[in-house]
């Protein structure tokens, strides 16, 4: 891209995160609906590109892994615009009072109002999907983004970035809310990472170079974990049967993927009925469990 386009990206970015910042709720859900029915109408586009960067992917003898993460369906589209939905659903977060106290003595009211971070930038792998939760996810809370994904997915970002821009356009607000780097160069990469003036919050997502990468050369606040062991805690109060369908779910939706949980922490007071039928469901799903001495014998295993 070269280091002008990436900071002409940038300050472009900037400049949508003012208009972005003070958009109406009602607006901004009509950004992520427009986008959610583009994802269904035009499936057939999104996965054609997908094809060709799963073609290229597999020239270049990408890991199985990997390509599962790549690639884009029809039902993971579908999954996709109703995630979409969801958030265009949830409350407007900006403006929202978390918390409000007096002051004693002085009866100085104090509100801590939520607001907008400006622009935040994600960097991640070979997993397009990130492209439109990003979007979604920044774009509800009123920031604009800089979307740096893996290059094997270049075709599929470009793809879904299309759509994005369109609901954008549609609904009056700038489409530079969301801007695509698509360069791989490692020291056009560094360059961003220094644009501070620009660019409020960096969140690297994937594996562990990647985020030490971004770690040693930002010179922007960043959101960052170095090994990401996913956890999920099954508390006394659980409902067993909700608990182990979320638990199983986690480990078997998409167990290439780095949210995939890894761990599953479980209070021995409902470890006697939670347990058993975790291991149940797993040992259906070919997910083996691997537990101290309690856990095996809850479980009926060696």
Same mark, same amino acid.
């Given at each position: 891209?070269?280091?002008?386009?990436?900071?002409r990206?940038?300050?472009?970015?900037? &400049?949508?995160?003012?208009?972005?910042?003070?958009l109406?709720?009602?607006?901004k859900?009509?950004?992520?609906?427009?986008?959610?029915?583009s %994802?269904?109408?035009?499936?057939? =586009?999104i996965?054609?590109?997908?094809?060709?960067?799963?073609?290229?992917?597999?020239?270049?003898?990408?890991?199985?892994?990997?390509?599962?993460?790549?690639?884009?369906?029809?039902?993971? %589209?579908?999954?996709?615009?109703?995630?979409?939905?969801? /958030?265009?659903?949830?409350?407007?977060?900006? $403006?929202?009072? &978390?918390?409000?106290?007096?002051?004693?003595?002085?009866?100085?009211?104090?509100?801590?109002?939520?607001?907008?971070?400006?622009?935040?930038?994600?960097?991640?792998?070979?997993?397009?999907? +990130?492209?439109?939760?990003?979007?979604?996810?920044?774009?509800?809370a009123?920031?604009?983004?800089l979307?740096? @994904?893996?290059?094997?997915? $270049?075709?599929? $970002?470009?793809?879904?970035?299309?759509?994005?821009?369109?609901? %954008?356009?549609?609904?009056?607000?700038?489409?530079?809310? %969301?801007?695509?780097?698509?360069?791989?160069?490692?020291?056009?990469?560094?360059?961003?990472?220094?644009?501070?003036?620009?660019?409020?919050?960096?969140?690297?997502?994937?594996?562990?170079?990647?985020?030490?990468?971004?770690?040693?050369?930002?010179? /922007?606040?960043?959101?960052?974990h170095?090994?990401?062991?996913?956890? /999920?805690?099954?508390?006394? &109060?659980?409902? +067993? =049967?909700?608990?182990?369908? /979320?638990?199983?779910?986690?480990?078997?939706?998409?167990?290439?993927?780095? $949210?995939a949980?890894?761990?599953?922490?479980?209070?021995?007071?409902?470890?006697?009925?939670?347990?058993?039928?975790?291991?149940? !469901?797993?040992?259906?799903?070919?997910?083996?469990?691997?537990?101290?001495? !309690?856990?095996?014998?809850?479980? @009926?295993? =060696?």
């Open positions: 891209m070269g280091f002008e386009q990436i900071e990206a940038a300050r472009e970015a900037k &400049s949508a995160s003012r208009a972005i910042e003070t109406p709720g009602e607006t859900d009509a950004v992520l609906r427009a986008l959610a029915d %994802l269904e109408a035009r499936s057939g =586009e996965i054609a590109a997908n094809g060709r960067d799963m073609e290229a992917a597999r020239a270049a003898g990408l890991p199985g892994a990997k390509l599962r993460r790549l690639e884009l369906t029809g039902a993971s %589209l579908s999954q996709m615009a109703e995630g979409v939905r969801q /958030i265009a659903s949830m409350p407007d977060p900006v $403006n929202c009072v &978390s918390r409000a106290w007096d002051v004693p003595v002085s009866g100085l009211h104090v509100e801590r109002v939520r607001a907008p971070l400006g622009v935040v930038m994600m960097i991640y792998e070979a997993r397009p999907g +990130v492209t439109v939760d990003a979007f979604a996810l920044c774009f509800k009123g920031n604009a983004c979307l740096k @994904g893996g290059h094997e997915a $270049n075709r599929s $970002n470009e793809a879904l970035a299309g759509l994005i821009r369109e609901a %954008l356009r549609g609904a009056g607000a700038p489409a530079e809310a %969301l801007s695509l780097i698509t360069t791989s160069d490692r020291d056009e990469i560094r360059h961003l990472l220094t644009l501070s003036d620009d660019i409020d919050l960096v969140i690297p997502r994937g594996g562990e170079s990647l985020i030490r990468f971004v770690h040693e050369h930002s010179r /922007i606040p960043t959101v960052q170095f090994r990401g062991v996913c956890h /999920i805690y099954v508390d006394a &109060s659980a409902e +067993v =049967e909700q608990a182990v369908e /979320i638990c199983v779910t986690a480990k078997t939706s998409a167990p290439a993927t780095c $949210n949980v890894e761990c599953v922490l479980v209070h021995e007071s409902i470890a006697g009925r939670f347990v058993p039928r975790f291991a149940e !469901r797993c040992r259906a799903e070919g997910v083996e469990i691997r537990g101290d001495e !309690r856990v095996c014998v809850h479980a @009926g295993g =060696e």
